[in-house]
């Protein structure tokens, strides 16, 4: 635990440090809610709903943060320690390959929380938003997504050979499903051939799950544990693989 | 007397390269070993295989009577290692990369302490990067010895120090094997491996040429100075012939 903590602490400093993160997970949100923000203002979703477009959006802008860094800053961060070799130095001390992803997936598991907390304060001050739905079933539709893309995340930075590929990896993972399962564009909007496909995004089922969840429509058990449970499994296979198949070198 | 490191019969090739072939070794308990031999005798093959970063092809490899490949944690909780690459994290400071690997054991060396024996005590808040080759170097020897290990593998460790600086840690490592530290060296630095060693072993072309201490090699060879001698028994005389 103690060994936990340290490199948590250490690693966020470095991670900070570099930037990146910190302007694509917590900066970048922020910017599209203002733009999302100056358009639409407090108007409806729709004729007559009970929720203003940006209210509807709060999901979707809480998984910019989750993709950066489950699909970019991860898998980044641990295949370019491998190639740097940075790993094969852990390999000869008793660190185990869970210690060394389970720290990064905290870290940018705390980028998604600093990113959902700031843009739930900003939307609130300026916009108006309110929290309509349940807020224990946002909190697990948010946990569930965050795990689950960060396993994704785990499982490409923890197979990839080197830095190179784990990035056309994450270009593959990431870009698709930013602008596609709706963290750009609303889902609603997309033709219904591509919603067909991006239906089978793991990053689409959280999204949805933390829109009903936030708005309170149709949060229903029926409607919304399947959904779970297939966030649920793709966490633990995508984890349980990264752990298994981890490569030092 | 107590076997701390034993090979027999390491083979490892790279595709149609045979970069180790049949190496059997062994190092005693408190002992300082040097493993010897010109780029490319698969001086880093053997170290690896025995650290258990390479996998050998054939051959057994014991380190504290144990697999380094199976038991891998259990081992480096008793075991440093320093590799020949210093790599670390961009934009790591010095207090940082000692946290990082200080905490993985239950009960490290003083990390402040190590540093500041081996003479980089005032770099605690430098980027690692903005040390100088040497520094870096007594920063990787540092690392090694966290764990108070019983055994401490060192790949080319003065390369790049000044002669004051090899010298100083020559004494570090010789009060560490005093303390009862079995140390494993890789090198090219002859004055080093006669500073420090009780055992030698040179390996050209993947074999092993010589075992034994350096007096034997110089007798063997029959130089009055090692460097002389690991030439001959090395065969690597080249032009100067």
């Known amino acids: 635990m103690k060994a936990f903590a340290t490199l948590f602490r250490n690693e966020l400093k470095l991670s900070v ?38 209210e509807q959006s709060f999901g979707a802008l809480c998984t910019i943060s989750i993709c950066a860094g489950g699909l970019m800053g991860l898998p980044l961060v641990v295949s370019d320690y491998r190639e740097r070799k940075i790993l094969k130095r852990f390999k000869v001390t008793p660190a185990t ?5 389970f720290v990064e997936l905290a870290i940018y598991g705390l980028y998604a929380l600093v990113s959902a907390v700031t843009i739930f304060a900003v939307v609130s001050a300026f916009w108006g938003a309110r929290f309509q739905g349940s807020l224990p079933l946002f909190l697990l539709s948010w946990l569930l997504t965050v795990t689950s893309t960060l396993s994704i995340g785990m499982m490409v930075g923890g197979l990839a050979k080197n830095a190179k ?3 056309v990896w994450a270009c593959v993972l990431y870009f698709p499903m930013l602008i596609f399962s709706g963290a750009t564009l609303p889902f609603e909007v997309m033709p219904e051939q591509v919603q067909g496909v991006v239906r089978f995004f793991p990053l689409t089922q959280g999204m949805q799950l933390m829109k009903s969840s936030f708005l309170g429509v149709g949060i229903g058990v029926e409607s919304l544990l399947p959904q779970m449970i297939v966030l649920v499994l793709v966490t633990a296979a995508c984890s349980l693989i990264a752990v298994r198949f981890f490569k030092w070198e | ?62 380190v504290l009577q ?19 690459d210093c790599e670390y994290q961009p934009e790591i400071k010095v207090s940082e ?13 003083d990390w402040r302490a190590l ?96 075992r034994g201490s350096p007096e034997k090699a110089k007798a063997t060879a029959g130089k009055d100075n090692l460097e002389e001698a690991y030439l001959a028994l090395s065969g690597e005389m080249g032009g100067l012939r």
């Open chain 1, 17 to 54: 440090r570099n930037m990146n993160m910190v302007i694509f997970a917590i900066i970048l949100p922020l910017a599209v809610l203002v733009i999302q923000g100056f358009v639409y203002g407090t108007a409806a979703a729709f004729e007559g709903a009970s929720f203003s477009f940006i």
């Open chain 1, 97 to 101: 390959p869970s210690i060394i992803l």
């Open chain 1, 165 to 167: 590929r784990a990035s």
């Open chain 2, 1 to 62: 007397m107590r076997e701390v490191i034993v090979v027999s019969g390491l083979s490892k090739s790279y595709g149609s390269v045979r970069a180790v072939r049949d190496v059997s070794l062994s190092v005693s308990a408190g002992s300082a070993f040097g493993l010897l031999g010109p780029n490319g005798s698969g001086k880093s093959t053997v170290a690896e295989c025995i650290v258990g970063t390479k996998r050998p092809d054939s051959g057994k490899v014991e």
């Open chain 2, 66 to 84: 144990m697999d380094p490949r199976r038991d891998r944690r259990k081992l480096f909780r008793r075991c440093g290692v320093q590799f020949q």
């Open chain 2, 97 to 109: 990369l000692c946290e990082e690997f200080a905490c993985l054991y239950d009960r490290p060396a």
């Open chain 2, 115 to 210: 540093c500041a024996r081996l003479g980089i005590g005032d770099k605690a808040d430098s980027a690692v990067r903005a040390l100088s080759g040497g520094q870096r170097q007594r920063l990787f020897i540092a690392l090694s010895l966290l764990p108070n290990p019983e055994v401490v593998f060192l790949d080319e460790l003065t390369t790049g120090l000044d002669p004051a600086m090899r010298r100083s840690i020559w004494k570090v490592l010789n009060e560490l094997k005093a303390g009862g530290m079995t140390l494993f060296i890789v090198s090219h630095f002859m004055d080093e491996v006669e500073a420090i060693c009780d055992e030698i072993c040179i390996l050209s072309k993947g074999r092993i040429v010589f």
